[in-house]
């Protein structure tokens, strides 16, 4: 069973930055793809960031130019750097990791809360 556990997240004023770690028990290139979400309470979790295994990003617009996705193979860890913090992006952030042979599946962390403060 695959575990992802984030962590970084914490209180930061508007402006600030953070960065997020997400760290696998199993080799992050035996994924097809790895992202990171967020979900603030009553909404859906919507995508922030997402690499594929040949390393191509996207991003939300809301965060491009602000974020950045990286990842080290040699710790298994995928990583998400915020800069110019804003009160909106406060939630709660998830890592997901997915494979698709045999058969699809998703993997997700337990979350990690970032609040920005105005």
């Known amino acids: 069973q695959v575990q992802l556990v984030e962590s970084g997240g914490g209180l930061v004023r508007a402006g600030g930055s953070l960065r997020l770690s997400c760290a696998a028990s199993a080799s992050i290139f035996s994924f097809v793809g790895m992202a990171w979400y967020r979900q603030t309470p009553g909404k859906q979790r919507d995508l922030v960031a997402a690499i594929t295994d040949g390393g191509i990003t996207h991003y939300a617009d809301s965060v491009k130019g602000r974020f950045t996705l990286s990842r080290d193979g040699a710790k298994n860890t995928v990583y998400l750097q915020m800069n110019s913090l804003k009160p909106e992006d406060t939630a709660v952030y998830y890592c997901?990791?997915?494979?698709?042979?045999?058969?699809?599946?998703?993997?997700w962390g337990q979350g990690t809360q970032v609040t920005v403060s105005s």
């Open positions: 997901n990791a997915e494979r698709i042979a045999p058969r699809f599946y998703a993997y």
